[in-house]
């Protein structure tokens, strides 16, 4: 049966990676595998509880008989709400934040971007596209500001070639942003959740190494640009139909959603809660502020008519049930025991968390690096520093730079190839861009400023 939900995992993983090909939505592949490896886990549950649990199960049965009933007990409510739970905290705060970004773009708080980027200046525009969208990716998820960023660009450019230029410096600078934080990407929150990684100390490591893998290869795109470019010139929507914000209402909102998500860290070291509350907390502060500002409208139909951002909506739900099912089926693998086989051989015959990092990167970049981060984080448990006992060790202890490096390696080896990331996939989908012109003109530089990163996190840890 360990084999069997092995090769369920590896398939969908497969699967995952051909998305393109086989036109399989991988959420729907990673759900398929978390849930069916559950069933059959359970179905075996007798074994594997007594090869990995037997201590607590003698303890959970307290003299009681060992029947079917009560193995599947034990695995139902101390083996798997355990990662339902794990699982349940990252879908949670993914929720809250697009919720965040869904009231924050009906009162028009995003609508000044395409005013602040418009210019003709080819190079100027690209740099403000990708800053903007690296300072945005690491407050929010970079899958939402990506789709938000490709809305704005697309409003601005109508030539297509330019587009596919621009959309893939947008995809770098969302990726690279969302790496630097620990709520900016799903990896990071994880790794923050199991405390192998606190906010502060995760953001300077990777300060570096993220603005290297994205300011190189941004550099290397602007010389495919021309000087000028020619652009849409339009005034800002009229959104009479769902708002009546005026400038000063929609800075504030602006100022609530993303300044709360700033301070959520700082919630997390005070409270000792999951990071998840303190999203909903955000989230319902400016909920309430929406409702006061937009009391007019609040008794009228209008409120019905309002515009909902679909795409945004779709790409998060999206993410949110893929990191579910990714979640779900790497962790019965784990609880087989296999995983930590294979960490022992890592252990014997690779013994280099570089060697591991570039490793990761190289997988995420055709398979996913949320999937891939996620396999290489539960190889090792979290080792206390006081029981680390070597320099090699003390990489899995808090803050160890094992963690930093995987996710990283996984978050940026997404760029190299467009279907490495879910950012890329929107891309690859709004766009039609192929895969081939992709690593030519834009991917092959992705993986050059992806090295020269991780060489530089290197030299920063030994320093």
Not at 9 to 15: E, K
Not at 261 to 275: A, E, G, Q, R
Not at 396 to 402: D, K, L, R
Request: charged residues 10%.
């Amino acid at each position: 049966m360990t084999l069997i939900l092995v090769a369920i995992l590896i398939l969908s993983f497969v699967l995952i990676a051909t998305e393109r090909i086989t036109n399989v939505n991988k959420a729907a592949v990673a759900i398929f595998a978390g849930t069916v490896g559950w069933v059959l886990y359970i179905c075996w549950g007798n074994d594997f509880v007594v090869s990995q649990h037997d201590g607590d199960y003698v303890n959970f049965l307290n003299g009681a008989m060992a029947t079917s009933s009560n193995v599947k007990q034990y695995i139902a409510e101390n083996i798997f709400l355990k990662y339902v739970g794990r699982a349940a905290e990252i879908m949670l705060f993914l929720l809250a934040t697009m919720n965040i970004v869904e009231i924050l773009q009906n009162n028009g708080c995003f609508d000044y971007l395409t005013q602040w980027i418009r210019t003709r200046h080819a190079k100027k525009m690209l740099w403000m596209l990708g800053g903007i969208t690296f300072l945005i990716s690491a407050n929010l998820d970079n899958v939402t500001t990506s789709i938000m960023m490709l809305v704005v660009m697309r409003s601005l450019v109508h030539n297509r070639r330019q587009r596919l230029v621009y959309g893939s410096a947008i995809v770098l600078a969302a990726n690279c942003g969302g790496a630097l934080t620990v709520i900016g990407d799903p990896i990071g929150l994880v790794l923050w959740n199991q405390t192998a990684v606190t906010a502060s100390n995760f953001s300077f490591s990777l300060l570096v190494p993220c603005i290297i893998a994205w300011a190189l290869p941004t550099w290397w795109i602007g010389r495919m640009l021309p000087e000028r470019i020619d652009i849409e010139w339009y005034s800002l929507p009229y959104r009479g139909d769902d708002t009546n914000l005026n400038l000063w209402q929609r800075l504030v909102m602006l100022i609530v959603g993303i300044g709360g998500l700033w301070f959520i860290p700082t919630f997390h070291n005070i409270t000792h809660l999951s990071p998840f509350l303190g999203a909903l907390c955000v989230l319902s502060v400016l909920w309430v502020v929406n409702e006061v500002f937009n009391r007019k409208l609040n008794d009228v139909d209008k409120m019905a008519d309002r515009r909902m951002p679909r795409t945004l909506q779709y790409g998060v739900i999206q993410m949110m049930l893929f990191v579910l099912g990714i979640m779900l089926a790497i962790s019965v693998v784990q609880e087989t025991g296999a995983i930590r086989w294979l960490a022992g051989v890592c252990d014997e015959y690779i013994h280099s968390v570089w060697i591991m990092s570039v490793t990761a990167g190289a997988i995420s970049s055709v398979l996913d690096n949320f999937a891939t981060a996620m396999s290489f984080i539960s190889f090792y448990p979290l080792t206390d520093v006081a029981q680390a006992g070597s320099d090699y060790l003390m990489a899995f202890t808090q803050n160890g730079v094992y963690w930093k490096a995987i996710a990283y390696a996984a978050a940026v080896g997404g760029n190299i190839f467009i279907v490495g990331s879910m950012s890329g996939i929107t891309l690859m989908k709004s766009e039609g861009i192929r895969m081939g012109w992709y690593f030519r003109n834009v991917g092959w530089m992705a993986m050059v400023g992806a090295l020269a990163g991780l060489g530089a996190m290197r030299l920063i840890q030994e320093w």
